[in-house]
């Protein structure tokens, strides 16, 4: 994308979408276990065929499906054949969950190809859903466990306190306990099938390997190993998005996600090691959590911050509006059901599940309630539960209440505490690093996918600080973000007041959730009344009236003389330094994503020809001399094979080929890291 393709691409966003009744249809998610086993009931010879007859079916047109008695709400059906009519019908929750909900007409049924390949098609089920909206009763006041080991996985950065109020340093970590033999087992049999897609690679990877997948992974709930379960699904996802050439698919998704799931699986393997973080196997970081509870929160005034729409790769769609409590704690309430972008559009303005308010989600992004009552998770989820009540109040601007706090604080010190995070810690359990910061920028200009900017100083109100990447925080073209910052992009000299969400993978990046006016200048934005002073961009679609003009707009103060002036230098490339994309490690990454996309004969095939060799050369002359180890010791892993005791080559070692590439992705990762903290302390 170059750097006019974010006015390009606000073409698609800017014209409201229409859908007709047909094109409401969609596949039901399926439960991994419901699909796990219709594989493994085919035959040998029906399994070479799977995974040409999922992408044939993947292309036929949904039907209703016929009158299937009470309960049928949401039923599709897929004409297969002459003789083969597949009929989904999920159950309450949306998903098909159980075998006899997924029926084939074919005499072969249920053991049959079009079954099966129909629910290859579907996408697969969430099985970590939210517990019913009552909370369990109190803790006695004598027994402090439930807070403690809330507060002990989800700890708050310094000067924050946590969701539940704990202070971290007066909680007692857990004593690390010794994975369970079912724990062990599960692992072992999650790491092999992991092991093999590894080795297979994408185009390998087909419904069969997935299948072995998912079959693991139910496993692994059943033995209580939620993240490593979590890990599994994503990987599984990734394979299909890469297979089936999704366009939101990125391979370094599905790197991270089986990164994810080999290390998780280690690490129970390898027993106990430590209370909290990757160093500890059965620990509850490491376990995971099966459920989202929810304990008492007491009485809390909130005020609305903004609205974020949600899109999930496993079908589901709806908001998240996002709310700050009288001390700065981040909530959250959510509505988040089944369905596509249409849902996430729609639940813009659904009405609020708390307490009976009578809000929407609209209103109370704009607004603050108070509530008595509440029920809170661990990441900040607000819970509905029938003893919660809430009544609306008058809400500030962003320019006063304790959101004003947020433009406050410099913007390098709300990022460095949101990057302390550990990079390999559980993905789901990363709430901190979710908050948003708040920060006043003047923008310079589109370059390549993002808008270039920089901070706003408080005192003088001039430009400093490190250059910062604006990126559309979704790019689904059916929502308004990309298109928003395209708009905002056209006016260089703009001042706008943004909440954003840092991007850990990324040099100086945030993820624009919402803007406003800066106080006390004519170069920011002319936002409705109704709009109450915030915009959300998710939702919002600016106008160009609304935008002062160009020569209002004057040209912002000259960047430092390392950094050449924006207009001077070419769009399609950044105008200062980016220590992340200048460092050799696209060195190493080249050699770990090579290993996910062509699998392990094309690393074999990076060792013979010698291009690994040349990495790990390069690597050593830049002193990243642990990379061009790693990278050296995986080509060689690769190419490496067992003998038995006549000597004879054996099959391929892809347990110790896994461990390789693991501790390759592994040290990658930690050290993209801290490259991306280093671009947000640079001048």
Sequence with gaps: MTGDALTTAAATTAAPATT?????????????????????????????????????????????????????AGAVAVRCGEDALVTLTPGPGGAVTEADQARCSCLLAPRCLHRTAVLGCCPLADPLADPPADPPADPPAASPAPEARAASEHPAPAGESTPLAVTPSAVTPPAPAEPTPAQRGAAEVLWTAAAAVLAAGVPAAGAVPQAELLRAAHTARLAELYRAEAAALRVVRGLRGARAGHRGHRTADLAAALRELLLTTALVRSGPAGPAGP??????????????????GGALRVFGACREPVLTATGYGGVVTHLV???????????????????????????????????DHAQLSRG????????????????????????????????????????????????????????????EQTE???????????????????VLARELDPATGAPHGPLVRLVAANGHPELAHTANLARLAGRPGLRVRVLARVDPDRAATLRPL???????????LTLPPHWQGRADLGYDLLQGAQLPSAEVCEAPATPPASTPPASAQPASTPPASDPLADSPLWRVRRQVELAITGGRRAVIESARNGSAATDAAALRR???????????????AADRRRRDVFGRLGDPDDD??????????????????ELVRATWQSA
């Excluded at 369905?339 to 599940?353: D, E, F, I, N, V």
Aim: charged residues 20%; aromatic residues 4%; contains cysteine.
């Design 368 to 427: 603050a309630l108070l509530i008595s009552g509440a029920t809170l998770s661990a990441d900040g989820r607000l819970g509905a539960g029938r003893g919660v009540r809430a009544t609306p109040v008058a809400a500030p601007a962003w320019s006063e209440g304790p959101v004003a706090a947020l433009f406050a604080r410099p913007l390098a010190a709300a990022v460095a505490e949101r990057l302390a995070e550990d990079p390999l810690g559980d993905p």
């Design 622 to 636: 830049t002193g990243f001399r642990t990379a061009a180890d790693l990278t050296t010791v995986l080509a060689a």
């Design 514 to 524: 919402a803007v406003a006016p800066v106080p006390g200048t004519e170069a920011t």
């Design 20 to 72: 007709t009744a047909a094109e409401d249809l969609r596949l039901p998610p399926v439960a991994p276990e419901v699909l796990a086993a219709a594989v493994e009931a085919l035959t040998t010879r029906l399994r070479k065929r799977l995974d040409d007859a999922v992408e044939q079916y993947a292309a036929l047109p949904l039907h209703p499906a016929p009158d299937q008695g009470a309960g049928a």
């Design 656 to 673: 110790h080929y896994a461990q390789t590439w693991l501790a390759a992705a592994l040290h990658l990762t930690a050290a993209e890291r």
């Design 432 to 450: 901190p690093l979710r908050r948003p910061v708040g920060c006043d920028l003047v923008l310079l200009g589109a370059a390549g996918d993002a």
């Design 325 to 359: 409590t009288e001390d700065g704690r981040w909530l959250s309430v959510a509505d988040v059901k089944p369905g596509g972008a249409a849902r996430a559009r729609g639940a813009a303005a659904a009405p609020l599940a708390l307490g009976a308010v009578g809000l």
């Design 279 to 296: 160093g500890s196997a059965a620990g509850p970081a490491v376990l995971g959590s099966a459920r989202r509870t929810y304990r008492p």
